[in-house]
């Protein structure tokens, strides 16, 4: 099946500082990829919508000065969180959608970010 | 809009027990419909998934039934084994292609020997 992976899988930076995170689609092309978040024994909450070439699409509350989407290949979306603070931490999972199969999402093991 | 509403956990099970975890949905239109399970410290693994009304999904021995009757889509599992206490995200999308999974708050289950 059809593989997403992230990169880190778990992070911990200083306040202030910013994070990079990577999703790949491993043997796929994914023309939208979904950033979601995850708190503690909580769901996943929708982020954002990434678009290859296009600007991103934020979710109602989500800043997207705070977390930058950058989608610039068919098989790379990434999330940066700049000017991290201790509330950023959290679970962040990303997952793609393979253009031959639009109702199925793969999902990356994610990326634990802790912020101190 | 769209949401997904699963019963509340954690659940605790004895070995070969069986499962019922419910899960209604609302939405527009015809949606599909999925179950995510979540083990301890990995990320979300597809579980079974439903596309049409009256559609089975099934796997692993997990069964769930879209009922469009009841806007319903009922995780089960006959027998359930230490290796199933995981997280179970009930979960949907419309069917127009490229559209977010909208998840319930997912249902703590544990197994126990």
């Known amino acids: 099946g059809a593989v997403v992976s992230q990169h880190p899988s778990w992070v911990i930076c200083k306040s202030g500082t910013s994070v990079k995170i990577e999703c790949r689609s491993l043997d796929f092309q994914a023309t939208t990829m979904f950033w979601y978040r995850q708190f503690p024994k909580q769901s996943l909450m929708l982020m954002a919508t990434s678009n290859e070439g296009s600007k991103a699409t934020y979710e109602q509350g989500v800043e997207k000065d705070k977390f930058l989407i950058n989608h610039a290949s068919l098989t790379l979306s990434t999330l940066t969180v700049t000017s991290a603070h201790p509330e950023d931490s959290s679970f962040y999972i990303c997952s793609a959608i393979e253009l031959r199969e639009l109702h199925e999402q793969y999902f990356g093991p994610g990326t634990r970010l802790t912020v101190t | 809009g769209n949401s997904v509403t699963q019963m509340e956990g954690p659940v605790t099970l004895s070995e070969e027990a069986f499962l019922t975890i419910n899960c209604t949905y609302t939405a527009t239109g015809y949606p599909s419909l999925f179950w995510y399970v979540q083990y301890p410290g990995e990320g979300l693994q597809l579980l079974l998934k439903a596309t049409k009304a009256d559609d089975k999904g099934s796997n692993k021995g997990f069964e769930a039934t879209y009922r469009k009757e009841t806007t319903s889509f009922h995780l089960e599992k006959g027998s359930v084994q230490v290796s199933d206490s995981a997280v179970y995200f009930c979960?949907?999308?419309?069917?127009?292609?490229?559209?977010?999974?909208?998840f319930g708050k997912g249902t703590r289950l544990s197994v126990i020997a």
């Open positions: 979960a949907l999308t419309r069917n127009s292609g490229n559209t977010p999974l909208v």
